[in-house]
Structure formats: structure tokens, C-alpha cells
């Protein structure tokens, strides 16, 4: 097949990477993309933002499946260009795409197919949101209603912080007031065409900037799969993702059909287990970053395969993916200045080394060839990925890589997947 990635990240070079994996055939485009993608794919000039401009290239360069990467395309509207052309496209429609795009929307969703969730409060001035602080109570959870890059959520004790929060995103539109939700964290995605779901693996990810899960939030600076831990709460694996699949996948697909809006792409549900069960934090209407880099080098099914089922409806025909035993880490290196006040334009060297570790790929994030030199573009620059047969052997080789890339003024966590490389 001729695959269009719209993209430029370490989700899109890990997405291209799966795609290319050994045994496969496919012609692999990518726009934008970036330094790393080019190394695996062909980068054209196309504005992935354009529904339009997307169309015409898709259409006059008999592209077979364009995969729509990050959230603002499927906002723009680029997925329902394509359909109405008849060009199969993994991602939701601009409508569908609102389960991302806007909280209230998906709050409203989850209540109508009654998917467990917490409280929350839609305000639109200040006054509404302190209200919605007081009657709700601390931990404070102010979020963004629109799109923020993962980074327009609060959770603080700080109430004075949180109204400070809400301050900065109100003049934009609504924000959500939320009931704090305490337990450990899962992200789940799952296919769909419209009305089949299959799952994929679990995984965990690490939002906050700085070693023990302190600092700002972030895109993510860490991620690691499977999660073996599942099965103290739900016997195993297979029976947390099964009662997740019913209980929360199925329900929403089917209530975003009966809204008119058929979800067709990649749900991602952000899960937290509280003592009174699982609940929804939040979906996002594509392929999580960094989660992707690590639960697709475990992929044994084909991805091209299940991403065109997705496309053209038959989604039902293909068992549930089959992933491998091996586990995967991956840390993110990012930017001196990285969420707050990044610093872009420096010069990243020692990737040849660090590919050379046992076990090791780097997925890049944010960066571009200058004048021969590798250089940063954006906050979170790479994604170095370790995988072993053990959490410690995978951890080790992710570390022992990342050691050797040199960035000025790049940090990393240092905790990523610790405590299961260790139990």
C-alpha cells in the first residue's frame, strides 16, 4: 500500500516505523515530518492542516490510507475531506474528534452511555469556577475545554493556583472543574471503524516534568508496556482490558453513532483505578504520545492491516492484535526549559552510539536537519526506547542509551518504569 502519515512527531516516527517494520511493503509518505521520519519515509510538502491540500495530494498521488497522527488535523476537519472524496482515512471526523477537542463534549458523551467518570463543572467565568473549586474541594483539577498539548490541566492544593489556571484559558472559552480522582493511571486504545472496538495494550505514562511524579505537567516524558501490576486488581490482564472494552470502549462507539457522529480511528481512554472502580480522565481522539513509541514495538499484527480494517469497516473480520512477551521503556529527552520556556536550535550528537545499545531505537520528536547539523525544534526532542525480556533489562538499555546523546541543557526523568522494573 501507499501510506500518507500526517505528522511530525515521536507517535507519527514510531506510527512509520510499525508501518516499515521488517516483512512489511508498503510506500511510506509522511508531511511534515521531521529528521528521523525522513530516515524511514518520504517527506512531502503538503500543509497537514489544509483538508483541502491534504485531499488533492492523497487523491492525485493514488494514496491508499492516509493516518492522521495528531489531534488538530482531525479538529480542522482533514479526515471528513478525505471521506467525501472516498479515500480511506484512520481518524475520526471533525464532530467525532470533539470527544477530544472539547471536555464538555465528552462529559456529555460519558453520561449519556453512562461510562464511570468523575464529577465535573463546566464554568464559564471566574466566579463560577472558585464555586465549582469550593463545592468540589482540594486537590483542585481545573482543565482546558479545547485543545492545550497536554498541558492544560492542573491538579494542585493550591486554590489560589488553580483559579490562576483557569484565569489563563477562560478568555479562550469554558474550563472544566473536576472531583479529584486518587490511583494509578492507564492509558487503553482501541480501534474502531464506527461500531467494532478492538483493543490494544495497556500502558503508563508519566505527565509530570520531574523525577517522583513532581514538576509541571507535560506531553509525557516517559511510558512503559505491559503492566503487569493489572493483575492484582483484576486477576489479569486480559480481564482489566475485557471489562474495560465493555464498560467504557463500547458504550461511547455506540453513543457517538447514535449522535451521528461515527467514531472511526483510534480511541484512547485515560483511566484511573480509584478504590470504587475504574474511571474515564479523559479520551483523546488519536494515538497517545509517548504511549504509542512503546505499545507498537510490541505489536505482532500487522499495523497496516488494522488500521486500513479500521478505515473501510471491516474491523470485525480481525482478531484482537496479538502483541509479543518482550516489554518496552522509552525515556523522553527534552529541552533545557522544557514545558515552561523551551530552548530550541541546539544541536543534539551521539544517536549513532546510542542506537548502537542492545535492544535500543530512538524515535525522534522534535527535530530537522541545518547545515549538516542535527538540531531541536520543540520541547520533548527524542523518544529513547529500550526493550528486553525484563522491565530492569529494557529500563537499563534505555538509560544506558540516553546517556550517550549530548544536548545542551536536555533532562530527563530518571524514574521512568523504576518501581516495576523493581517489584
Excluded: C
Amino acid at each position: 500500500m501507499k501510506i500518507l502519515v500526517l505528522g511530525s512527531g515521536a507517535r507519527e516516527h514510531a506510527i512509520v516505523l510499525a508501518l516499515t517494520s521488517a516483512g512489511a511493503d508498503h510506500e511510506v509518505l509522511a508531511a511534515p515530518g521531521n529528521a528521523g521520519i525522513a530516515r524511514d519515509a518520504t517527506l512531502v510538502d503538503v500543509d497537514m492542516m489544509d483538508p483541502g491540500a491534504v485531499t488533492e495530494y492523497a487523491q492525485s498521488q493514488a494514496v491508499d490510507l492516509v493516518v492522521i497522527g495528531p489531534e488538530a488535523p482531525l479538529v480542522a476537519g482533514v479526515a471528513d475531506s478525505l471521506r467525501e472524496r472516498g479515500i480511506p482515512v484512520f481518524g475520526p471526523g471533525k464532530q467525532a474528534a470533539q470527544l477530544e477537542g472539547s471536555k464538555a463534549f465528552a462529559k456529555r458523551i460519558m453520561e449519556n452511555a453512562n461510562v464511570p467518570t468523575g464529577r465535573a463543572a463546566h464554568t464559564r467565568t471566574i466566579d463560577e469556577t472558585a464555586a465549582a473549586l469550593d463545592e468540589f474541594g482540594a486537590p483542585y483539577v481545573v482543565k482546558a475545554d479545547g485543545l492545550a498539548a497536554g498541558k492544560g490541566v492542573i491538579v494542585t492544593e493550591d486554590r489560589a493556583a488553580a483559579l490562576e489556571h483557569a484565569s489563563t484559558y477562560l478568555p479562550h472559552g469554558p474550563v472544566l472543574v473536576e472531583e479529584f480522582l486518587s490511583g494509578p493511571e492507564v492509558s487503553l486504545f482501541f480501534l474502531s471503524d464506527g461500531d467494532t472496538v478492538r483493543p490494544l495494550a495497556p500502558a503508563q505514562d508519566f505527565k509530570r516534568a520531574l523525577d517522583g511524579d513532581r514538576g509541571p505537567n507535560t506531553g509525557g516524558m516517559g511510558a512503559y508496556s505491559p503492566l503487569p501490576w493489572l493483575t492484582d486488581g483484576f486477576g489479569s490482564v486480559e480481564a482489566f482490558v475485557d471489562e474495560v472494552t465493555r464498560t467504557v470502549a463500547e458504550p461511547v462507539i455506540r453513543e457517538l453513532d447514535r449522535d451521528g457522529t461515527p467514531f472511526i480511528g483510534l480511541l484512547y481512554a485515560g483511566l484511573i483505578l480509584t478504590e470504587q472502580g475504574v474511571r474515564v480522565i479523559e479520551f483523546n481522539a488519536r494515538f497517545g504520545d509517548p504511549e504509542t513509541q512503546i505499545v507498537l514495538p510490541r505489536l505482532e499484527t500487522p499495523l497496516a492491516e488494522l488500521l486500513m480494517a479500521s478505515a473501510n469497516g471491516t474491523l470485525e473480520d480481525h482478531a484482537a492484535p496479538a502483541f509479543s512477551d518482550e516489554v518496552a521503556v522509552t525515556v523522553v529527552l527534552a529541552s533545557e526549559g522544557y514545558p515552561a520556556a523551551t530552548v530550541t536550535g541546539r544541536e543534539i550528537s551521539g544517536l549513532d552510539e546510542a542506537e548502537q545499545v542492545d535492544g535500543v531505537h530512538i524515535t525522534h520528536a522534535a527535530t530537522a536537519n541545518q547545515d549538516g547539523r542535527l538540531i531541536t525544534t520543540g520541547g520533548r526532542v527524542l523518544n529513547v526506547v529500550g526493550t528486553g525480556s525484563t522491565f530492569a533489562e529494557a529500563r537499563e538499555r534505555a538509560y544506558a542509551a540516553i546517556g550517550l546523546i549530548r544536548l545542551e541543557g536536555g533532562q530527563f526523568r530518571s524514574d521512568i518504569a523504576a518501581a516495576v522494573a523493581t517489584s
